[in-house]
């Protein structure tokens, strides 16, 4: 066990759709390639980011995933190893009731600020690792906060759209209510500008909007819309043929 506490990093947007589950797969998978050692964290009940990184079946983690974790008090024993470097906690459908059971139920008791469960779950693993990578739900619910209120950074993803753009200012309300509240270290990394078509008047449009309303924050770098980068969840990540062309900007 090492001294040094992992930096936990949350890629969010509570609009749908922006690449937040592509973005974190990749940041986790790059991260662990340069043999930093890595939890990715699955906090959308959709799964895909178990999926991507373990490419097994969803059915698989059946009452092996973060919502058990939740209830036993640590993630240590719902840990998959992809390699020695990256490890995920894997999720499934039912994480879609953490909300129900935060407050309800009877194993959920003992978290008393029902923000903080996912922070309380993680630090008995927090020097085992440099990075951990946690993907979120399109929503500002439970999942979500528990991310923000864990992290140590956010990445907000902001597809060059209209929706997406009116979505940034309410997630950075939430992170800055979170940084009141329970987190004072907590940093905006920046925002990353995803899913960008140069040949569409209006998302060239909302990327400069985007930019001249947080000029400080926008990243340089810009996700382009690509085919070659929606098919990843079908070539994943290890041994895909196309995944330099498909993460080239
Ligand atoms: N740069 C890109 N170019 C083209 N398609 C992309 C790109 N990034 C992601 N996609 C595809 O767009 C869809 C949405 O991406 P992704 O699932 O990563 O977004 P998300 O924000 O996690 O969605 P959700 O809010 O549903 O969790 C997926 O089908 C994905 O394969
Ligand atoms: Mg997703």
Redesign the pocket.
Same mark, same amino acid.
């Given at each position: 066990m090492g001294e040094q506490r992992a930096k936990v990093i949350t890629v969010g &947007?509570q609009?749908? =759709?922006? =690449?937040?589950?592509?973005?974190?797969?990749v940041l986790a998978y790059f991260l662990s390639r340069e043999k930093y050692k890595v939890l990715a964290v699955d906090m959308?009940s959709?799964g895909?980011l178990t999926d991507l990184l373990t490419q097994q079946d969803i059915e698989y983690f059946e009452e092996k995933t973060v919502l058990e974790a939740f209830e036993d008090g640590s993630v240590e024993d719902y840990i998959y190893r992809v390699n020695d470097y990256l490890h995920v906690v894997p999720s499934d459908d039912y994480l879609a009731t953490l909300a129900k059971r935060l407050y309800t139920s009877d194993e959920m008791k003992y978290i008393t600020d029902k923000n903080l469960g996912l922070a309380g779950i993680l630090e008995p693993v927090i020097h085992d690792y440099d990075f951990i990578v946690i993907?979120?739900? !399109?929503s500002l619910s439970e999942p979500m906060v528990n991310a923000i209120c864990a992290s140590d950074y956010v990445i907000i &993803?902001a597809e060059s759209s209209k929706w997406a753009f009116t979505a940034v200012p309410r997630f950075i309300e939430t992170v800055d209510m979170a940084k009141e509240r329970v987190n004072p270290d907590l940093e905006v990394l920046g925002i990353l500008k995803?899913?960008n078509d140069s040949r569409r008047a209006d998302s060239k449009a909302f990327s400069e909007l985007i930019k001249e309303e947080w000029p400080d924050l926008c990243f340089d770098v810009i996700?382009?819309?690509?085919?070659a980068?929606?098919?990843? !969840?079908m070539e994943g990540l290890f041994d895909n043929k196309e995944l330099s062309s498909a993460l080239e900007q």
């Open positions: &947007l609009k749908g =759709g922006v =690449g937040k589950s592509t973005t974190s797969g959308d959709q895909n993907d979120t739900p !399109p &993803l995803t899913m996700i382009k819309r690509k085919p980068t929606g098919r990843i !969840p």
